[in-house]
């Protein structure tokens, strides 16, 4: 059952970070506990063991963990506390109501009761403990692992406010060793930990001719005619790709597969986790793992689709390398989950790109939902005027630190409306409940991660897309009339839209192309058709910005 831990902390580390509001009714603590109790029941339902023998899979994940806990104790808190509530009280709203966690669980309750339909058999059948119900004590063990977690998550999330990585000795921006912590998963790889002056994206220095100053892996001179490789192969027109955005640029997803219990299934949640329950290495702007199928290695495991079979993943950077190798790991993913535009214009700060030293670079300014999203009221929303202040004063920054020759591509606040029409009636993973369910129930706690448009109120939510669309239209104005030194812009729609007309087409339903935790992302699939609906026009429209086509990449391939 180390599953029902690593989920709830999952969900504790996705409201602590994406959602900022005054909760009600419980809030975070609330939606954490029903969750857990309901993984619980998913659990104790899917084994075939006992529920002690379930239990103790508990404690032995926590103990090989070096969580500080004594997990006899708390297994033995779930079958004599939580158990035994289920029995009496049904649903687990009811259940963290009783424990306290939920302070209005009839006011905001999740799961219908009663529930003759219920896809779950009655607790009943589920725990088989004695008519006798023990009186309902404090789960000491319960709150101090509870307790715990969150220091856990603070701690990790207080490292990361920075959105630089955390492993780099020289300071250059880049990590040589870890994939997590904001280190390869986001940029490319650092190939020199402790020398400032190589890292991936800048120009070679002296034709690297002894060394690799670029990490793009050539380097060294042409036996034959005495030129250096670099020289040889890759002297024209060459470009690296970063993106700022939120959480759609980040790629959150938490795996479907966390949901049920399974062996392996969570050893790779701390790796999850220290990358932000994001999965950047596969997303649409700077993924960099082919065509994958799940396997046993963490660094090529993706989020779950709802096919749970392939994982998909093409990128602008992978369209960008196969065009040309010699930009290999030039990619940077400047995206946080939960940032708005303001927030945008520090996170953008912490970009790696030296005016005269480096490369220049096609960039991506995706901040496509979190002025609406990110806020509980319509008075939170950005006005179009605080939007187009926060963008300029953004793009102001780039001008200044991006090298000449960039470009710069504005894509538009996404059409959040369509989620709901999508979602709303399909059943939440939690079973015996819709999206509708589940997104009204987060509004009713106040923890909504996108009150505007996963709401029923069809009011809210088409004042929510008006809005947006204000601020898509400041987007092309800026466009339209400001210009700047170093680099050309071009506006793009995001192609939510585009992608379910494409998906449609298939016969597939369209509801796998969202991710299945919050029914607010991309899924796997949606990731890698979002590329494609903007490459193709950036390639039409914009050929230079992609790079030239490298008539050496074969001889690349073969060398190095």
Not at 359 to 371: E, H, L, R
């Amino acid at each position: 059952m180390k599953w029902n831990v690593v989920v709830l902390v999952g969900v504790a580390w996705f409201f602590a970070n994406v959602i900022v509001v005054n909760a009600e009714y419980g809030g975070v603590g609330c939606a954490a506990c029903t969750v857990l109790v309901r993984m619980i029941e998913l659990s104790v339902a899917a084994h075939t063991d006992t529920v002690e023998d379930s239990l103790s899979h508990l404690c032995i994940a926590l103990e090989s963990g070096g969580v500080p806990l004594d997990c006899h104790k708390l297994a033995l808190e779930i079958r004599d506390v939580v158990f035994p509530l289920l029995l009496r009280l049904r649903t687990p709203d009811r259940v963290c109501g009783a424990l306290g966690s939920c302070t209005a669980p009839e006011i905001c309750p999740l799961f219908p009761y009663p529930n003759p339909n219920s896809r779950l058999p009655p607790p009943s059948s589920l725990f088989p403990l004695p008519s006798s119900l023990p009186l309902l004590t404090p789960p000491t063990q319960l709150l101090s692992l509870s307790g715990y977690l969150q220091s856990v998550v603070q701690n990790i999330a207080s490292n990361l406010d920075a959105h630089t990585p955390v492993d780099d000795p020289d300071s250059d921006g880049f990590s040589h060793h870890w994939r997590t912590l904001r280190g390869r998963s986001w940029r490319g790889r650092d190939c020199e930990a402790h020398a400032s002056k190589i890292y991936p994206g800048r120009k070679p220095f002296g034709g690297d001719v002894e060394y690799d100053s670029n990490c793009n892996g050539i380097y060294g001179v042409d036996a034959e005619s005495g030129i250096p490789y670099e020289e040889l192969y890759c002297s024209h027109d060459q470009r690296g790709i970063m993106v700022l955005g939120d959480s759609i640029g980040a790629h959150f997803a938490l795996p479907t597969s966390w949901y049920f219990p399974g062996e392996g299934v969570y050893d790779d949640f701390f790796f999850t986790l220290a990358n932000e329950l994001c999965w950047p290495q596969l997303s649409t702007y700077t993924g960099f793992i082919d065509n994958i199928t799940f396997s046993d290695n963490r660094w090529d495991n993706c989020p779950d689709t709802w096919q749970n079979s392939t994982c998909p993943s093409r990128s602008i950077y992978m369209n960008m390398r196969n065009r040309n190798l010699c930009m290999h790991r030039d990619y940077q993913n400047l995206s946080v989950s939960g940032a708005d535009s303001g927030l945008a214009y520090g996170n953008v700060k912490v970009l790696a790109r030296n005016q005269t030293r480096d490369q220049p670079v096609t960039f991506f300014y995706a901040m496509i939902g979190d002025d609406i999203c990110d806020h509980g009221s319509e008075e939170g929303w950005s006005t179009p005027q605080e939007f187009r202040v926060n963008v300029l004063k953004t793009l102001s920054f780039l001008n200044e630190t991006l090298p000449p020759e960039s470009s710069v591509i504005l894509i538009g606040l996404v059409n959040g409306e369509v989620l709901w029409d999508v979602l709303s009636e399909h059943e939440y993973p939690l079973q015996d409940i819709t999206y509708a369910n589940w997104w009204d129930w987060l509004n009713c706690l106040d923890i909504s991660y996108c009150w505007g448009w996963l709401n029923s109120n069809a009011t809210i939510r088409h004042d929510a897309t008006v809005r947006a669309n204000e601020l898509t239209q400041q987007l092309r104005n800026i466009v339209a009339t400001v210009q700047f030194s170093n680099f050309d812009m071009a506006f793009y729609d995001y192609p939510l839209v585009e992608v379910l007309a494409r998906w449609k087409l298939t016969g597939r339903p369209l509801w796998e192309l969202i991710e299945p935790f919050d029914g607010l992302h991309l899924s796997q699939v949606g990731n890698a058709l979002a590329n494609d609906a903007l490459w193709e026009k950036i390639a039409v429209e914009h050929p230079t910005w992609i790079g030239t086509v490298n008539p050496h990449n074969a001889e690349i391939r073969n060398r190095f």
